[in-house]
């Protein structure tokens, strides 16, 4: 009797079990053959960086691109393409083909105040499908390390004007410099020779200009190396390994009209490193591939390559960043004419 129970058993159970595996072999081999996976299957994928090799950006990139790769099934290729303060890379981006084959990581400030200003050259940020936030950042302003600088104080009592490098007129960094100097009464000249953050800080610590701005990881090493010092630091909270580094907000004195220059400065600095790709990319494709970076943004692998070379991830989905550019660019018109008036007054000078 036993016997025969295990036989009617073994006759109903196996042929489930076979149809269950036929079904997910199939589920498998559609989610493979998905319209969206076999487009991108062996394609190269052009990923454009806007500053020259060898600074914050270009290294992010380089260390992201694999693992985008690998969930993409495609070849990712890193472009250099600086000049005109991001703007010759961005606008490379946004003219591209939307196909999904070409992307970008962003200076999303210095395109949210080129907006502010009118000054795009033909992008229209609204337009932008964005992908996701890489990273959010503290930004600091820093003094070469054999200057007179040690403080905010040292730079407003100093009797001449205090060179800053920066990447372009209209760069974030211009753009940062330019504010802070606006709000704090520093007397500065901006340099703008320099096509990305490792010029900038080579002309600092050759001691061509005084000081420099940029991100906490493309500083660091130099501040330990006692090349630069911190400064002031922009972002929403103090750095925890820069306890004793204000923020600017934090700096007594302030004018009203100084610490909403300073608070729009902080703002940019979360949003800083965005990846994006050109408008009008098939809704379908756009979605595989935001889903894509994320899946690569927020692998533990890359999350520990990360922490090794102490670039932070930090990312957020395209409709956060949405939301980010939404808001600064429907902000207070009396600020946003602050702003432009700032920005006009050191980009003539």
Same mark, same amino acid.
């Given at each position: 009797?036993?016997?025969?129970?295990?036989?009617?058993?073994?006759?109903?159970?196996?042929?489930?079990?076979? !149809?269950?595996?036929?079904?997910?072999?199939?589920?498998?081999?559609?989610?493979?053959?998905?319209?969206?996976?076999?487009f991108f299957k062996? *394609?190269?994928?052009?990923?454009?960086?806007?500053?020259?090799?060898?600074?914050?950006?270009?290294?992010?990139?380089?260390?992201?691109?694999?693992?985008?790769?690998? +969930?993409?099934?495609?070849?990712?290729?890193?472009? /250099?393409?600086?000049?005109?303060?991001?703007?010759?890379?961005?606008?490379?981006?946004?003219?591209?083909?939307?196909?999904?084959?070409?992307?970008?990581?962003?200076?999303?400030?210095?395109?949210?105040?080129?907006?502010?200003?009118?000054?795009?050259?033909?992008?229209?940020?609204?337009?932008?499908?964005?992908?996701?936030?890489?990273?959010?950042? /503290?930004?600091?302003?820093?003094?070469?390390? *054999?200057?007179?600088? *040690? #403080?905010?104080?040292?730079?407003?009592?100093?009797?001449?004007?205090?060179?800053?490098?920066?990447?372009?007129?209209?760069?974030?960094?211009? +753009?940062?410099?330019?504010?802070?100097?606006?709000?704090?009464?520093? +007397?500065?000249?901006?340099? #703008?020779?320099?096509?990305?953050?490792?010029?900038?800080?080579?002309?600092?610590?050759?001691?061509?200009?005084?000081?420099?701005?940029?991100s906490y990881t493309?500083?660091?090493?130099?501040?330990? #190396?006692?090349? !630069?010092?911190?400064?002031?630091?922009?972002?929403?909270?103090?750095?925890?390994?820069?306890?004793?580094?204000?923020?600017?907000?934090?700096?007594?004195?302030?004018?009203? /009209?100084?610490?909403?220059?300073?608070?729009?400065? +902080?703002?940019?600095?979360?949003?800083?490193?965005?990846?994006?790709?050109?408008?009008?990319?098939?809704?379908?494709?756009?979605?595989?591939?935001?889903?894509?970076?994320?899946?690569?943004?927020? /692998?533990?692998?890359?999350?520990?390559?990360?922490?090794?070379?102490?670039r932070p991830l930090?990312?957020?989905?395209?409709?956060?960043?949405?939301?980010?550019?939404?808001?600064?660019?429907? !902000?207070?018109?009396?600020?946003?004419?602050?702003?432009?008036?700032?920005?006009?007054?050191?980009?003539?000078?």
């Amino acid at each position: 009797m036993k016997r025969i129970l295990i036989s009617l058993l073994i006759l109903i159970v196996l042929p489930a079990y076979g !149809m269950a595996a036929q079904a997910a072999g199939k589920a498998t081999s559609k989610t493979a053959t998905s319209p969206e996976a076999a487009f991108f299957k062996g *394609k190269v994928l052009v990923l454009i960086v806007p500053y020259s090799p060898g600074g914050g950006y270009d290294a992010y990139a380089r260390m992201i691109a694999p693992f985008v790769e690998k +969930n993409l099934g495609c070849t990712v290729v890193v472009q /250099n393409a600086p000049g005109g303060g991001t703007l010759v890379g961005t606008l490379q981006m946004y003219r591209a083909k939307p196909d999904g084959l070409t992307m970008s990581i962003v200076q999303l400030s210095a395109l949210i105040t080129r907006t502010l200003l009118g000054d795009t050259l033909g992008f229209d940020l609204n337009k932008f499908s964005w992908l996701a936030r890489v990273a959010s950042e /503290n930004r600091l302003i820093v003094a070469g390390g *054999k200057t007179p600088y *040690k #403080t905010i104080e040292d730079m407003k009592k100093s009797p001449r004007q205090i060179k800053f490098s920066a990447a372009g007129v209209l760069s974030s960094d211009f +753009n940062h410099i330019a504010l802070c100097a606006e709000a704090i009464g520093l +007397n500065v000249k901006l340099i #703008t020779a320099y096509e990305g953050s490792s010029e900038q800080d080579l002309a600092v610590i050759r001691g061509d200009v005084d000081a420099t701005l940029g991100s906490y990881t493309s500083k660091l090493k130099f501040v330990k #190396t006692g090349d !630069m010092v911190p400064i002031i630091q922009f972002a929403s909270a103090r750095h925890k390994d820069m306890p004793n580094i204000p923020l600017g907000t934090e700096l007594p004195g302030l004018s009203a /009209n100084g610490k909403a220059l300073l608070s729009f400065v +902080n703002r940019q600095a979360a949003f800083d490193r965005v990846f994006a790709v050109p408008p009008g990319i098939p809704p379908a494709r756009l979605k595989f591939l935001r889903d894509a970076v994320v899946r690569a943004l927020q /692998n533990p692998e890359l999350m520990a390559i990360a922490e090794k070379q102490r670039r932070p991830l930090d990312p957020v989905a395209a409709s956060v960043v949405e939301e980010a550019v939404k808001s600064d660019l429907q !902000m207070d018109p009396k600020i946003k004419d602050l702003i432009k008036k700032t920005l006009y007054k050191y980009k003539d000078a």
